[in-house]
């Protein structure tokens, strides 16, 4: 059997699952290729405890190319552009040929589409979450205001838990009574997707906490100088301190590529991964898959994770001479963190007809100590 040579593109969730399985997979003959522009992976659910201070970024970052003494080859680079047909990619400037591709480049963050967005704070990358925990620091009264500035984000959970942890951190401070907490978003209810099972608990968190709750406004501009968002419906909302998420994008190299349409994300199988070229998968934020009633699967890591997992197993089981029998059925889950030390579970299987089925429990202190074992477990068994 010829040595084969698989290619896999971004090295987040999904890139690391796939690479790590099948390294241990496959043959020492066939080479495992990952690729990323950045040498240093960040765990983001953690980013919310980052923004506290109650975890610092270099303790959730690691060195991507840790993963050499597995086998895995690392490769730095830009993937400038793929050709899915002819199975070649270009990674700064150097064309490398595939025999199988994963593509699990993420999303990209684009904010220069809605006016003032840019200069918004956000706790959606670790820098952002680094430099709003200096800023809570000095905050002790005023309006804030947590918007999602649109569809699709990643993790459509994050948002509330950083309403319901800034909530606790005031608290904490004895500040609360002089702070106002509003979310705002362009989503129906809280977390669509997930069905109404799960619509109803996160709500009663939020009032629970008296946190002010906005549906179905989208976000049109922001004026950083009267501190007001303006929505396109003609409405509008002040604040002191803004915090939002980024609008979410689809690479331009899968765009410009033919893996993903204009202003849309790739399109794969929702059980194989496979895209519409022979070899070729993608998995992660940078697919999307269709549900029931115009949702879709959220962008969530742990779908990165089960999606690989798939992918990955099955080209392993191809390039053994065997069937690719494995299939991905939209199971997930994610911790919710509502406070210090506790934490509520959203689980579930997300392609259940008509509606999800979708279960959140807790919050408790089990799930809290749950979710620190798993991080742990996480940046250990990856690095
Ligand atoms: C605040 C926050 C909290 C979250 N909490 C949770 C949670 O609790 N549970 C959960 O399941 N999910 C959570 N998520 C979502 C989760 O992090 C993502 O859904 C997941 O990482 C997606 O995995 P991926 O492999 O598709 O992409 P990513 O993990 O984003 O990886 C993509 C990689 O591709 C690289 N890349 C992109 N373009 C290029 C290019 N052109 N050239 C080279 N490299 C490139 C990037 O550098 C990146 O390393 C959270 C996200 C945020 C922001």
């Known amino acids: 059997m010829a040595a084969k040579r698989i290619l896999i593109l971004g090295a987040g969730t999904g890139g690391l699952v796939a690479a790590h399985r099948l390294r241990r997979m496959l043959d020492k003959e066939h080479r495992v290729i990952l690729v990323d522009r950045s040498p240093v992976y960040s765990f983001a659910p953690s980013f919310t405890w980052v923004m506290l201070g109650t975890r610092d970024a270099r303790r959730i970052s690691r060195d991507l190319r840790s993963v050499q003494k597995k086998g895995i080859e690392f490769l730095l680079g830009e993937v400038q552009a793929i050709d899915p047909t002819t199975k070649q990619v270009i990674v700064s400037e150097r064309p490398i040929d595939f025999d199988y591709l994963i593509v699990a480049l993420g999303a990209d963050y684009f904010s220069d589409e809605i006016p003032g967005l840019g200069q918004c704070w956000t706790f959606y990358h670790i820098e952002g979450a680094e430099g709003l925990h200096e800023r809570l620091e000095t905050f002790a009264s005023g309006r804030v205001a947590i918007v999602v500035s649109s569809l699709p984000t990643k993790c459509p959970a994050a948002p509330y838990e950083g309403a319901l942890l800034i909530d606790d951190y005031f608290r904490r401070r004895r500040l609360r009574h002089d702070i106002d907490i509003h979310v705002y978003t362009p989503e129906p209810a809280p977390l669509p997707s997930a069905g109404p099972t799960a619509v109803e608990p996160v709500l009663e968190l939020l009032s629970s906490r008296e946190i002010g709750f906005t549906p179905g406004c989208a976000l049109a501009e922001i004026d950083q100088r009267s501190n007001e968002m303006k929505f396109s419906d003609g409405g509008a909302a002040s604040f002191d301190l ?45 697919t999307e898959i269709p549900l029931s009633d115009d949702r879709t699967l959220p962008k969530a890591g742990v779908f990165a994770h089960g999606q690989a997992e798939v992918v990955s197993r099955n080209i ?56 620190v074992g798993f991080e742990r477990l996480w940046l250990w068994r990856w690095f």
């Not at 980024?246 to 399109?267: I, K």
């Not at 053994?320 to 030390?341: C, D, H, Y």
């Open 242 to 286: 803004l915090i939002a998420t980024p609008v979410h994008t689809c690479p331009a190299v899968l765009r410009h590529s033919g893996l993903a349409e204009a202003r849309g994300w790739v399109a794969v199988d929702r059980e194989t991964l496979a895209t519409g070229f022979e070899d070729v998968y993608a998995i992660g934020d940078a």
């Open 316 to 371: 392993a089981a191809e390039i053994a001479g065997g069937q690719p029998i494995w299939a991905f059925g939209g199971q997930g889950n994610r911790f919710l963190s509502t406070e210090a030390g506790k934490a509520a579970m959203i689980s579930g299987n997300f392609f259940t007809e008509p509606e999800p089925d979708v279960k959140v429990r807790g919050p408790n202190r089990r799930w809290h100590w749950a979710k």
